[in-house]
């Protein structure tokens, strides 16, 4: 997933072109979000067949734990990544969820 790098914010001399970037930006987190929701359907596959259940709650803190890492080495507010990366989680384990009750523990996660 090779992409052109960002802009530098002081680069932008205007407001088209920081909202262009910022337009630019959205589009490259929602491709990102689309795998990440692809790698959680995966990821209810394998978990039907292993039977596993959505929510794994150490798996959960685990997540948190590292969005709120990463946020500060980033310098983003780790309380803000934190918030946004639980409410994320909440979103694909229900996803999961959906997927579980219509998959069987048989099925063939390929």
């Known amino acids: 997933m090779s992409e052109d790098p960002l802009p530098q914010p002081e680069d932008l001399a205007d407001m088209a072109a920081l909202r262009g970037a910022i337009d630019a930006l959205d589009e490259r987190l929602i491709a990102l979000l689309a795998y990440r929701s692809r790698l959680i359907d995966r990821?209810?596959?394998?978990?039907?067949?292993?039977?596993?259940?959505?929510?794994?709650?150490?798996?959960?803190?685990?997540?948190?734990?590292?969005?709120?890492?990463?946020a500060g080495q980033h310098g983003l507010d780790p309380a803000l990544a934190e918030a946004l990366w639980r409410r994320m989680m909440d979103h694909f384990i229900a996803q999961e969820d959906r997927h579980l009750k219509g998959l069987t523990h048989d099925s063939d996660p390929d």
Do not use: T, Y
Not at 48 to 55: S, V
Not at 57 to 69: G, I, K, L, P, T
């Open 43 to 70: 990821a209810a596959r394998i978990k039907a067949r292993d039977g596993l259940p959505a929510r794994i709650d150490s798996r959960v803190e685990q997540v948190a734990a590292n969005a709120r890492r990463l």
